[in-house]
């Protein structure tokens, strides 16, 4: 239900053609005041600020372009190092005729990021052919590391194949690279191994040796392809992070996690995953047995990353879900994870021990809305509701149970799997053991009563310093669209449609690192079904689908976009300081 509004976001801001600045009435910020609580909207006639630390917010935030891509492209695997250097890719690109070209793993050289003058000119939305064709960036130049297809002298069959698990076949080519992590290798961070996912049906991870050069480039040695066998295969390796500890967090974006019944079904061809698609599952598994669904749609940690052989370990403790990533705080035992898609919910992870995630506690976020529909304004209070404890140990038994089921198994309207009905049993009246919370997550999060409305919620991000000595004491989430569910005047979210080109939500950190509040920083341009001369059917001058986040050792934060409403996809910075 609705809740009477007292106070709305201190940073929020719409950035509608003029990008003008959004403000509340009751509780936004004043000339004097005491600062709020460690990590919370601080108290009505605070001067400027949101939490312990806090940011100067006297000025309107501003958002300016500082990347934009090819057409057809998209903006993936932003990640920036200890030195404020940004790796990002250029997923699946076309020409100007709509054909396909090979997709970009890369890296901004010579720019250090935190170090951008604010007072910089934005870099101008692309007009010309050669505009549009181009990677441009405000400042340095865009070094493309490898292509897909690329370097076939030092991987088998070149950069971001899939290939079976025993080496000897391609099964295909992907176009879509999407999480970077870079692990520096040395005291400088001048050497180091760059980890790629390739988000495709099965999924690969590459890892590039690099080295810097004096120009400031890289130089690429030796590519290795992350061996799955062991976890018995990926699907859709998508968005993630690097953990406090050093070890590389893909995300298994099984978008269809909650539709498991369709899985042994041969003649779903256009789910995704597919039967198709699990049959390239299978023949790079070796195998003519249909696997198990449940093992598919976790956070997967790539330990002894820099090792010989990278080892694999999927954490079931964090849920079965479309994962888009997982991000560690600083007390490295809560976790929070994004649930890519349309009806999706949220989630937290409190680890038992520090450092290890294979046991804890997992949680689903339910919201409460303010009084007001219009989405650049409401905020939620977040409740969160205990779904299950466990280990991946014994998950692995529940998971296991269900081992063995075929296509012949497949009845129409029925499931072989896990029913609802013992789902809402288990909800109800605490029949049955936990695997429901962890192996159908987000059918658990429903009947226990959160919120499973989110559309197509993306990256998550903290500056990670900034999180633990509370002087950016704040996370950001991309959410894509703000539609269906969330627009559909029912249930906990009830927005108008007026984000449709998506937003940017800000959550404040508490000194534990839970969160209670999300609140919209920057939403996108109104959205025109006729687009412009250019294509564009979201205002060009804003966000749109935002996707990956960074935040920046000063605040700042870089938002990149995945979507087909801006002729070419755009990186955005944004400064809550109003520079």
């Known amino acids: 239900m609705l809740k009477q509004n007292l106070k709305l976001s201190l940073l929020a801001v719409s950035v509608v053609f003029a990008l003008t600045a959004c403000s509340g009435d009751d509780g936004t910020d004043g000339a004097t005041g005491s600062q709020g609580p460690a990590g919370q909207d601080g108290a009505p006639g605070a001067p400027g600020v949101d939490g312990a630390a806090g940011q100067d917010l006297t000025a309107a935030p501003k958002l300016s372009r500082v990347a934009t891509v090819p057409v057809g492209a998209e903006i993936t695997g932003m990640f920036v190092t200890d030195n ?48 549009k064709m181009a990677v441009r960036v405000v400042s340095g130049s865009y070094q493309a590391l490898g292509m897909a297809d690329g370097h076939q002298d030092k991987v088998t069959f070149g950069l971001g194949a899939i290939v079976s698990s025993d080496g000897t076949t391609e099964l295909k080519q992907s176009q879509d690279p999407d999480f970077n992590a870079f692990i520096a290798a040395d005291a400088a961070g001048k050497e180091g191994y760059l980890f790629t996912a390739w988000e495709d049906r099965p999924g690969t991870m590459s890892r590039m040796a690099l080295s810097m050069q004096d120009d400031g480039t890289w130089s ?15 699907i859709i390796n998508c968005f993630g992070s690097l953990s406090p500890w050093g070890t590389p967090l893909t995300s298994e974006e099984n978008y269809e996690a909650e539709n498991t019944s369709q899985w042994n079904n041969t003649a779903y061809v256009d789910g995704y995953p597919s039967y198709t698609d699990i049959k390239l599952l299978m023949d790079y598994l070796g195998t003519n ?18 090792g010989t052989n990278p080892t694999p370990v999927k954490h079931y403790t964090l849920g079965r879900a479309a994962h888009e990533n997982a991000l560690v705080m600083p007390d490295w035992k809560t976790v929070y994870t994004t649930d890519d898609g349309t009806n999706k919910g949220f989630y937290k992870f409190v680890a038992k021990t520090a450092g290890d995630l294979s046991e804890g506690t997992l949680y689903a976020a339910k919201l409460t809305q303010d009084s007001t529909s219009d989405a650049a304004k409401a905020g939620f209070d977040i409740q969160w509701i205990e779904l299950g404890t466990a280990s991946n140990a014994q998950i692995a038994t529940w998971i296991a149970d269900y081992d063995g089921i075929t296509e012949a198994d497949y009845v129409e309207g029925q499931t072989s799997y896990i029913t609802d009905a013992e789902i809402q049993e288990w909800a109800d009246n605490g029949t049955g053991d936990d695997r429901y919370a962890f192996l159908e997550t987000l059918k658990a999060a429903k009947a226990k009563g959160a919120t499973v409305e989110f559309r197509k919620m993306e990256g998550i991000a903290i500056n990670y310093n900034g999180a633990a000595n509370n002087s950016i004491p704040y996370m950001y989430v991309a959410m894509s669209e703000v539609r269906s569910g969330m627009t559909d005047g029912q249930g906990d979210i009830q927005v108008d449609e007026s984000a449709r080109c998506g937003a940017v939500y800000r959550f404040g950190l508490h000194p534990d690192y839970n969160v209670t509040r999300m609140d919209p920083v920057v939403v996108g341009g109104a959205y025109n079904s006729q687009g412009d001369e250019h294509g564009n ?10 996707d ?5 050792d000063d ?25």
């Open 220 to 234: 690429v040695g030796d590519i290795i392809n992350v061996d799955f066998s062991g976890v018995l295969g990926t």
């Open 555 to 579: 605040g700042r934060v870089l938002i990149g976009e995945d979507t087909s409403n801006h002729t070419n996809n755009a990186m955005w910075i944004y400064n809550p300081k109003g520079e």
């Open 84 to 131: 404020d250097e940004l790796f990002f890719n250029v997923q699946h690109p076309e020409d100007l005729d709509g054909n396909a070209t090979p997709a970009q793993v890369g890296f901004v050289a010579n720019l250090d990021w935190s170090k951008l003058d604010p007072r910089t000119a934005e870099l101008t939305a692309p007009t010309t052919d050669a505009e």
């Open 537 to 546: 059917r979201c205002d060009v001058n804003g966000i749109s689908n935002p």
């Open 289 to 306: 047995a249909l696997p198990n669904p449940y093992n598919y749609g976790y956070i997967v940690e790539v330990t002894d990353a820099m």
């Open 548 to 552: 990956n986040l960074a935040v920046l």
